[in-house]
């Protein structure tokens, strides 16, 4: 098959599902077309990338040169990107084809796809409910074989969870591996791009593509290249995986408790042995981070002012009151949320009580980690306490929504990687995700662990 035959049957695909699912946000088909036919054409004369020809979608928070790219924000609607981020340009490298742009919540502030301004994505497993969030439209085109594969970004578990609730994989690099270069930032400390597709394979030969040193973004890694699916087949004899008891408490569904034992005892069979563990930080992760993710998305989204790009309300009298209406019209509810408890945390008089102190518990957080790996190898939990919940269940009380990341939260305090692979259903027939965190850089040792059990 050519690539432009591939990518006429995803288009077609999508042009018959997408209606109901909303999964993309953006499509240019013709654009999409000329990648495919300029990838033919690399095969033809031998001289083709890993990845040329493969159709993948990209979240709509990459800036795509010629792409429309609005991080699901009435801020952004028209907004045309005018150069390429570090990952896009990756991927054009590896001779990908570009299928589109993903939807997701806006600004990446959510974890159900519902705060997005181009309205809620459903799960194709169930369309009643939520395919998780931020990167709900990239976790749902994956499910719904809309694409091959897909990027995310997880600055809190917006990779892992939607991955969880879709029923697929989805990796967060080491803080640090992908560049944030172009990436629209929410929380720059916490921010990282990595792949999401149907097996621990597809998301080793993603990274291979992804990853790499680049100077524009100052928090990039200089390492030495190295190929993640090196690592695949490997037998799993003599791996310690921890099992932190924080994860198997109180708040837990039991089905999803009782998915992922059995997980731990297939693993157990391919050879591994199972460590408990603690990692006693671990309900200070959610206050913590709704301290520090607002704080620097306050700043962050300062740059929406209406005068250098993006919307601007139509009617204002000074530039103050053009200030006022244009984010007061451009953002939705939960970015103004976030934006009002940053700009109060960070606040002269409350910045020490707050901010300073949710720092110190950070430090803490990550030394649980330290710890926990003098121990075992790679640690394994739930991805999330539940499995996917019914659209508009928890539209009106945030702190029930911020729960759903009480697992993966922790791992981007620490800038540690973690995934998510597909591990059984819960009581309601959706999909569980099994969540696997490793060391730092210890990404080809995960995907060992997944592939072994995929
Ligand atoms: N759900 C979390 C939030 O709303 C995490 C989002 C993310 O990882 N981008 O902030």
Known sequence: ISSVELTQLYLDRIARLNPELNAYVTLNPEASLAQARAADQCITKNEAPPLTGIPIAQKDIFCAKGWRT???????????APYDAHVIEQFNRAGAVNLGKTNMDEFAMGSSNETSYFGTVKNPWGTARVPGGSSGGTAAAVAARLCAAATGT??????????ALCGISGLKP?????????????????????????????LALMMNAMAGFDERDSTSLQREKEDYARDLNKPLSGLRIGLPKEFFAEGLGSDVAQAVEAAIAEYRKLGATVVDISLPNTRLSIPVYYVLAPAEASSNLSRFDGVRYGYRAPDY???????????????????KRRIM????????????????????????IAQDFTEAFKQCDVIMGPT??????????????PVQMYLSDIYTIAVNLAGLPGMSIPCGFGSNDMPVGLQIIGNYFDEAR???AAHQYQ
């Open 70 to 80: 609005t991080c699901g924000s009435k801020m952004l609607e028209n907004f045309v």
């Open 154 to 163: 997880d600055t809190g578990g917006s990779i892992r969870q939607p991955a």
């Open 174 to 202: 080491t803080y640090g591996v992908c560049s944030r270069y172009g990436m629209i930032a929410f929380a720059s400390s916490l921010d990282q791009a990595g792949p999401m597709g149907r097996s621990a394979e597809d």
């Open 317 to 335: 009298t000074d530039l103050t009151d053009m200030y006022e209406k244009t984010r007061a019209q451009g953002f939705g509810t939960e970015v």
């Open 341 to 364: 408890i940053g700009t109060y945390v960070l606040s002269h008089g409350y910045y020490d009580a707050y901010y300073i102190q949710a720092q110190r518990i950070r430090r803490l």
């Open 384 to 397: 999330s306490p539940s499995t996917a919940f019914k659209l508009g269940e928890k539209g009106d009380d």
């Open 446 to 448: 995960m995907l060992n």
